[in-house]
């Protein structure tokens, strides 16, 4: 019975996984292949994708047109339930409500967590994003390089799904051959933007996400992924099996009911069922890792939301993998008279460097995109193709304000109508109403592109959480208090993107509006809203300056481990879920070596 | 994607103008705040995504007869049938309208007085001008109101609000008009449906906008 209560669990796992997302997801999958046997607690409910998703709903069968409520604030189809940037009942406290100084946190409640709705765009980090403070003196170094994850990025990649191409660019690495799927056709935006910005020499290339564009490889690539075991080829084939490629409709962030995009729930959790090894207890929100004598983590504490009871459970080795912000916040409030201010926080730097990317957009609208005959510009739900941070030369030669990149995502194209599609065209029709109103919105449908610059946020010492001393959530579980504050490196590149957006819009023969906001410190969204949060419980090679060490093991408690963002020590302009999952993937494989042996 | 970016986009353009709220406890987000609603309210953090619902399913409609005629008069002004589709009213633009105006959300709290204030407006300067109100008026008079507070930027300032009315309830038409099949075939919208394959835009297009 792989879905278990509190009653149900057994007396003892090797492993205890806290959290069902990417990282809680992929450290379950590399486990239980491999014979552990996993106890994963998970907060929310339990969420099943093949039957949940609304997949052709359109926006009409929804309340208020499927438009985004603090319930539902991607819009009514959006797969997240439970979450958001409030959760009822699990309130966060801000230092401050100033702009510039806020963080939004937000959360996904429920099985797989935030993989339900994420973009799935899947880079890999490049070698010198795990080495930026030997490059330029900011930030911190990784313990680990590009070499250590490289093969685990090719592992994901072939397990997951992803689409993407090799191009050889400046820290924009290739995969191994046979690794990536092909890319899907550019809409006719796509081609604008790679025409017109190609020619201020700003590279376009294909995109990288998670989804199918054709079936996996389910003969060549479970042998590749799990050489000499044979069980867990056979369980992989037959999960691969059962994803069917995209069907080049409806939108991934209602997540995929025939599996053709990479969601936790489709892709990580059902092979690790299949094996048998895995238990999975939905509704229990851990807040504690206990410490047995031996100073070793004996389990975790969790209260049980469907009954209200206190409930613990135990296990050889314990993995925090609950969101960067929850696992610091568990770790923050396991305190004892061996460690009075948080497990694994000898170092103080718990909750320290939190990041986020810096975000900036811009949208313009482009005449020679008019009237476009009917064209069915559905595709892979965007992100076909994407601009690489370019400028790595003047940036090493001093030639720009700010010490690290961004990278562009942008998308046009008739995509199903929205609520907003068609507000705000005063600026372009004058007022129009009547029979003039519907000939300009056929005329302007589908003729605006908008871009999404996604940027490196360096760590700082003002931004990170901590526990507040007097609030609680409805289970009496204190609660993380946020300080966030960017440094002239993130706003002097927010508003370079936004010079950049409006050259290209400009060069497309286009208008931005509203228009480009040279002042960067307005320009970049609130710290948390790009939903990369990452940092708090940075690795690194020194136990006096970092919370883990290169296995993401903390330095203090030699059987806890995280393996979500939180051991990040920088957060490149790359989305970081891919890097979690690859993180995660080697993670596993180190605690399956050291139980092996005996260590754990 | 889109949705996240349409947040996104919302965040920049809003996000400086936010007042500093007084609780410490974080309370917004880059949509909206939420703020003073009891938690019954709305249609919940986990409605089931699968049903197809209608105006007043989940929280009950509120305009009046008099008011949803005259918005139905306005969402027809603002779109009329043509050979291509519909008028707005034909196609239940009314009933989304009153569905926005009484729901429990932030955004569409503060747009319920801009709509009523509106159809007030509309009534006392049909009244004063034409002798009767708006849904009585001629049509003639009617679009000569219109006219008046189509275009913000050309109103006068003491039409002022009445031009940001205009603009907010062309937008809910718009939104309400087309999401419903008959707008997505206006805009010859032809997605939606599975495909076995997708090749992207047809090379005779690319070449005559000389993108390849």
Redesign the interface.
């Known amino acids: 019975m792989p879905f278990v209560t509190p009653k149900s669990q057994q007396r003892a796992y090797d492993v205890i996984v806290v959290g069902s997302g990417a990282g809680g997801g992929q450290t379950a999958y590399t486990l239980c292949m491999d014979g552990a046997k996993v106890l994963m607690l998970e907060a929310g409910?339990r969420y099943t994708p093949e039957t949940?998703?609304?997949m052709?709903?359109?926006?009409?069968?929804?309340?208020?047109?499927?438009?985004?409520?603090?319930?539902?604030?991607?819009?009514?189809?959006?797969a997240t339930?439970?979450?958001?940037?409030?959760?009822?009942g699990e309130?966060?406290?801000?230092?401050t409500?100033?702009?510039g100084g806020r963080f939004?946190?937000w959360r996904a409640r429920m099985l797989g967590g935030r993989t339900n709705h994420w973009?799935r765009i899947s880079l890999r980090n490049g070698p010198y994003d795990f080495k930026p403070r030997s490059r330029d003196g900011l930030g911190f170094d990784w313990p680990i390089g590009y070499e250590d994850l490289a093969p685990y990025y090719d592992k994901v990649e072939l397990l997951v799904g992803v689409y993407g191409s090799n191009e050889g660019l400046e820290n924009t690495p290739n995969s191994s051959p046979g690794c990536l799927l092909p890319p899907?056709?550019?809409?006719?935006s796509d081609?604008?933007v790679k025409?017109r910005a190609g020619r201020l020499g700003i590279p376009v290339i294909p995109g990288h996400r998670a989804v199918l564009t054709r079936a996996q490889d389910h003969e060549g690539a479970p042998a590749r992924l799990h050489r000499g075991n044979a069980r867990a080829q056979k369980i992989l084939a037959e999960s691969m099996r059962g994803r069917a490629p995209?069907?080049?409709?409806?939108?991934?962030?209602r997540g995929c009911s025939i599996r053709a995009n990479y969601q936790s729930t489709t892709v990580h959790l059902p092979p690790a069922l299949a094996t048998g090894k895995l238990d999975i207890t939905t509704g229990a929100m851990v807040y504690e890792v206990t410490l047995g004598r031996d100073g070793r983590a004996n389990g975790v504490s969790f209260v049980d939301k469907t009954t209200g009871t206190h409930e613990h459970a135990t296990a050889r080795v314990v993995v925090l993998a609950a969101s960067a912000c929850e696992s610091v916040r568990i770790l923050l409030n396991s305190r004892s008279a061996q460690f009075p201010d948080g497990l694994a926080n000898s170092s103080g730097k718990l909750g320290r460097y939190l990041m986020d990317t810096v975000?900036?957009?811009v949208?313009g609208q482009v005449p020679?995109l008019e009237s476009?005959?009917?064209?069915?510009?559905?595709?892979?739900?965007?992100?076909a193709l994407y601009v690489p941070w370019w400028l790595y030369r003047k940036q090493r030669a001093g030639k720009l304000p700010f010490a690290r990149g961004y990278h562009i995502e942008f998308?046009g194209g008739?995509?199903?109508?929205?609520?907003?599609?068609?507000?705000?065209l005063?600026w372009l029709t004058?007022?129009?109403?009547?029979?003039k109103?519907?000939e300009d919105?056929?005329r302007y449908?589908g003729s605006f592109v908008?871009f999404?610059g996604r940027g490196e946020m360096i760590p700082n010492e003002n931004s990170y959480c901590e526990i507040d001393p007097g609030?609680k959530d409805r289970w009496g579980i204190p609660v993380l208090r946020?300080h966030w504050k960017w440094s002239e490196h993130e706003t002097r590149q927010a508003a370079h993107m936004q010079r950049t957006f409006g050259d290209i819009i400009e060069a497309m023969g286009g208008r931005a509006n509203?228009a480009v906001?040279t002042d960067g410190a307005?320009?970049i969204?609130?710290g948390g809203?790009?939903i990369h949060e990452v940092g708090g419980a940075i690795m690194g090679a020194d136990p006096g300056t970092s919370v883990t060490n290169r296995w993401q093991q903390t330095w203090d408690v030699k059987n806890l481990f995280l393996t979500d963002g939180a051991p990040f020590a920088s957060n490149a302009d790359k989305n970081p879920t891919l890097t979690i999952m690859a993180l995660a993937w080697r993670a596993a494989d180190h605690i399956l070596e050291r139980m092996r042996r005996q260590e754990l | 994607?889109?949705?996240?970016?349409?947040?996104?986009?919302w965040?920049?353009?809003v996000?400086?103008a936010?007042p500093?709220?007084g609780p410490?406890?974080?309370?917004?987000?880059?949509?909206?705040?939420?703020q003073g609603s009891s938690?019954g309210e709305?249609?919940?953090?986990?409605?089931n995504?699968?049903k197809?619902?209608k105006?007043g399913?989940?929280w009950p409609l509120t305009l009046t007869a008099a008011q949803r005629r005259l918005a139905g008069i306005l969402s027809d002004?603002?779109?009329?049938a043509?050979e291509?589709?519909p008028a707005a009213s034909a196609v239940?633009v009314v009933d989304?309208i009153d569905?926005?105006v009484s729901?429990p959300?932030?955004?569409?709290q503060r747009a319920r007085p801009i709509v009523r204030g509106g159809f007030e407006w509309l009534d006392a300067e049909s009244r004063r001008r034409f002798g009767q109100g708006f849904a009585a008026a001629p049509t003639a008079g009617q679009?000569a109101i219109?006219d008046d507070i189509?275009?913000?930027?050309?109103a006068t300032a003491e039409r002022h609000e009445a031009a940001r009315f205009?603009?907010v309830y062309?937008?809910l038409t718009?939104?309400?008009f087309?999401?419903?099949?008959a707008?997505?075939n206006?805009?010859?919208?032809?997605?939606?449906?599975?495909?076995?394959?997708?090749?992207?835009?047809p090379r005779e297009?690319?070449e005559r906008?000389k993108?390849?």
């Open positions: 409910r949940e998703t609304a052709f709903q359109t926006p009409d069968m929804a309340p208020l047109g499927d438009v985004g409520t603090p319930q539902k604030p991607f819009g009514f189809y959006d339930v439970d979450g958001g940037w409030q959760v009822p309130p966060y406290v801000r230092a409500e100033e702009y939004e946190w973009g899907p056709a550019p809409l006719v081609y604008l025409q995209c069907l080049w409709a409806t939108p991934c962030g975000g900036s957009s949208s020679l476009l005959p009917p064209l069915n510009e559905d595709g892979a739900d965007g992100d998308g008739r995509r199903m109508p929205g609520f907003g599609t068609l507000a705000g005063e004058g007022g129009s109403y009547g029979v109103f519907k919105a056929r449908y908008g999404d609030v946020f509203p906001e307005k320009a969204a609130p809203s790009i | 994607m889109v949705d996240r970016r349409t947040t996104i986009k965040v920049v353009t996000g400086a936010w500093l709220l410490r406890i974080a309370a917004g987000g880059p949509v909206e705040a939420w938690a709305g249609y919940g953090t986990d409605p995504l699968l197809v619902y105006p399913d989940v002004l603002i779109i009329p043509d291509h589709s239940g989304f569905e926005w729901a959300y932030p955004r569409c679009s219109c189509c275009d913000a930027s050309r205009f603009a062309r937008d718009a939104g309400g087309y999401t419903t099949p707008g997505r206006d805009l010859a919208y032809i997605g939606n449906v599975p495909l076995a394959r997708f090749d992207g835009p297009l690319l906008l993108l390849i």
